[in-house]
C-alpha cells in the first residue's frame, strides 16, 4: 500500500446520529417493517408532497388522517393514526413539536396540540425514492443543445477568469459561481439522460416480436439521433476538454475551486450542519474533476460513443433480419418435401387426409395417379368411404435394378476451366496493389507528412490516409505496418487542432495528424522513384 493508502486508512470516519456507517440504519424501518408499510409510504409520500409543493412543513394528526383518507383507507381513524406517527416518529422519521398559537382556551393552551414534522433524512430518502421512480419511467435523451450550452458558458466564464479574481466584488463571485452551477447542472443532466438512452436502446434490442414498420422507423430515427449527439460530442468534447485544461496550465483553476467553495454551501442556522472550508473546497473540486474525467480521452464521454454506435449497429442488424424474416418463402419444393415428411409420419389416414386437405384447398388428391387415390371426384359423400380408406385399385410394379434396365445415363455438364478467370483476378489484385504503392509513396515523399500542407488529394490517396491513421490510433504504440512492410509512426494522436482535406469528390475535417514513414534504404529508393513519377503525371495532368 502506498501512502496515500495509508493516509487515507488513517483519516477517521465522521460519525452521524442517522446514517453511520456501523450501526443499523432505523430510519428505513418504515419501508420494509411490519404490514404497516403501505399506511407509512403514503404517510411519509404526504409529507414529501407537502414539503415539495405547497412548502408546509408542519402537519397535525388530523390532517394527515385526512390525506389518509383520501389516498388508502377510507376507514382510517385518528387513533390509528397516531400510533403510526408515533411509530414513525421513534425511528427518526418524524420529530414533534407543541403547538401553542391555535390555543383558544386554558385547557388548549396548558395541553397544545403537537404538530409533526419530517427531518431531513426522511426527506432525503423520500426525495430519493421520487428521483428513482422518475428516472425508471423516464427514456432518456440526447439533447444536441447541451453540449452548445455547455459550451457557451465555459467560454463566459474563461473571460470572467482570465480577469483578476482578487478585485471582484461579491456580486461578481456569486455570478460566477452561478454560471458554473448553471454549466454542471447541464452536464450532469446531460450524462444522467444519455445513460439512460442507451439503457432504453439496449433495453429495446432485447424486447420480442416487434412490429416490423415500427422497428423500421425505429431504426431510422435511432440512426440519426445518435449520429447526430455523436458528431456534437466529437466536437465539443475536445474543446471543452482543452479550455479546462488550460485553466490547469494558467494556475487559474485553483482560485476558481476555492472561489465555488465560498458559494457552495447555503447559509444554515444548525452550527452542526455547517460545512467546514476544506469540505466545501472537496466538494467544489469534485464537480470541476467529474465534469474534466466525463471529457477526458477514452472516459466517459468516448466509452458512450462507442458503446451507442454499437447499439445503433445492433438494431440496423435486427431491422435486416426482421426485414429479411418477413418476406414470404417462395421455396414450393422445399415446402412439399416437408409435407410428403408430415404426411409419412401420419397416425392414420384421416389425419393425412385433413393435412392434405389444408395444404391444397382440396378434399380430394386429384393430382395423384387413380391408382393411389382413387378416382377424382368434387362431390362430397358422408356416407361413402373416402379413397385414403380403400384399398388400392391396382398394384405397382417396381422395375428391378439391373444392368438391362438402367438405361442411358445422363451427361454430365464439362468441366469449367476458370484458369484463365483466376489468373486475371490475380493480375487485377496486383496491379491495385502496385497502384496503392505508388499513392503511398507519393503521399510520403518526404518522411515526415503533415496532413494540414497537403493542398488536395485524390479520393484514393485520402482512403489510403485514413486506413493509416485508424490503424495507428487502434495500437498502443501509435504505430502501423504499410503496404510495403515499412512503419508509419502516428507522432501526435492527441492532436486538438482540426484541419481540412480537401479531395476531388470533397472535403473532410480531421485533426492535424503528422505521420513519419521508417522504411529500409532499397525500399526508399522504390519510393523515390514512384513518387517522381506521381509527379510527373500530376504535371501531365
Known amino acids: 500500500m502506498g501512502l496515500d493508502s495509508m493516509e487515507h486508512r488513517e483519516q477517521p470516519i465522521e460519525a452521524n446520529t442517522v446514517f453511520n456507517l456501523t450501526d443499523r440504519l432505523t430510519i428505513f424501518s418504515y419501508l420494509v417493517s411490519s404490514n404497516r408499510v403501505r399506511w407509512y409510504r403514503v404517510i411519509m409520500r404526504t409529507f414529501w408532497h407537502y414539503h415539495r409543493e405547497l412548502y408546509r412543513y408542519q402537519l397535525t394528526a388530523h390532517e394527515v388522517r385526512d390525506a389518509l383518507r383520501e389516498q388508502l383507507d377510507p376507514e382510517y381513524s385518528l387513533e390509528q393514526c397516531q400510533n403510526d406517527l408515533a411509530a414513525l416518529k421513534e425511528w427518526g422519521c418524524l420529530t414533534t413539536i407543541y403547538d401553542s398559537s391555535r390555543a383558544t382556551s386554558i385547557a388548549s393552551f396548558l395541553s397544545p396540540a403537537l404538530l409533526y414534522q419530517a427531518t431531513p433524512e426522511a426527506m432525503a430518502i423520500e426525495t430519493f425514492l421520487a428521483e428513482q421512480t422518475r428516472a425508471t419511467a423516464s427514456s432518456g435523451a440526447l439533447r444536441q443543445g447541451d453540449l452548445s450550452r455547455l459550451w457557451d458558458m465555459l467560454l463566459r466564464i474563461d473571460e470572467i477568469l482570465q480577469q483578476d479574481l482578487a478585485a471582484f466584488s461579491t456580486s461578481q463571485c456569486q ?10 447542472e447541464i452536464w450532469n443532466t446531460m450524462a444522467r ?49 482543452e479550455q479546462i485544461a488550460q485553466w490547469s496550465e494558467r494556475s487559474t483553476l485553483e482560485a476558481f475551486v476555492s472561489l465555488l467553495a465560498q458559494y457552495l454551501s447555503p447559509p444554515t442556522p444548525m452550527l452542526e450542519q455547517v460545512r467546514t472550508e476544506d469540505e466545501l473546497r472537496l466538494d467544489a473540486q469534485k464537480q470541476v474533476d467529474a465534469l474534466a474525467a ?3 480521452p477514452g472516459k466517459n464521454a468516448d466509452a458512450f460513443r462507442r458503446n451507442a454506435l454499437a447499439e445503433v449497429d445492433k438494431v ?32 392414420d389416414g384421416e389425419t393425412a387426409q385433413q393435412l392434405f386437405s389444408v395444404a391444397f384447398a382440396h378434399p380430394l388428391p386429384i393430382h395423384l395417379s387413380e391408382g393411389l387415390a382413387g378416382t377424382p371426384s368434387d362431390l362430397y359423400m358422408p356416407d361413402q368411404a373416402t379413397a385414403w380408406q380403400e384399398e388400392p385399385v391396382s398394384t405397382l410394379y417396381l422395375r428391378p435394378v439391373s444392368r438391362a434396365n438402367r438405361g442411358e445415363h445422363a451427361r454430365e455438364d464439362p468441366i469449367i476451366d476458370n484458369r484463365l478467370l483466376t489468373q486475371s483476378l490475380i493480375e487485377q489484385h496486383e496491379a491495385r496493389l502496385q497502384e496503392q504503392l505508388r499513392r503511398l509513396n507519393h503521399l510520403f515523399a518526404q518522411e515526415r507528412l503533415d496532413i494540414g500542407t497537403l493542398k488536395k488529394v485524390t479520393a484514393q490517396e485520402r482512403t489510403i490516409l485514413l486506413d493509416i491513421i485508424d490503424s495507428c490510433l487502434s495500437q498502443p504504440s501509435h504505430q502501423c505496418r504499410a503496404l510495403d512492410d515499412s512503419i508509419v509512426v502516428l507522432l501526435n494522436p492527441e492532436e486538438a487542432e482540426y484541419t481540412l482535406l480537401k479531395a476531388s469528390d470533397g472535403v473532410l475535417l480531421l485533426p492535424r495528424y503528422c505521420l513519419e514513414r521508417q522504411m529500409m534504404p ?16 500530376d504535371v501531365d495532368r
Open 175 to 184: 455570478e460566477l459561481a452561478d454560471e458554473w452551477q448553471r454549466a454542471f
Open 193 to 241: 439522460e444519455a445513460a439512460q438512452y442507451l439503457a432504453n436502446m439496449i433495453s429495446a434490442s432485447q424486447s420480442s416480436k416487434p412490429d416490423l414498420e415500427a422497428y423500421q422507423h425505429y431504426k431510422s430515427a435511432v440512426v440519426a439521433y445518435v449520429h447526430g449527439f455523436a458528431q456534437a460530442l466529437t466536437l465539443y468534447g475536445p474543446r471543452i476538454r
Open 294 to 296: 466525463w471529457f477526458a
Open 316 to 347: 440496423v442488424r435486427r431491422a435486416a433480419s426482421l426485414a429479411s424474416a418477413s418476406r414470404p418463402n417462395a421455396n414450393y419444393a422445399q415446402q412439399l418435401h416437408l409435407l410428403a415428411h408430415i404426411l409419412l409420419q401420419a397416425r
Open 522 to 537: 532499397a525500399l526508399a529508393a522504390v519510393s523515390a522513384r514512384d513518387s517522381q513519377e506521381m509527379e510527373g503525371e
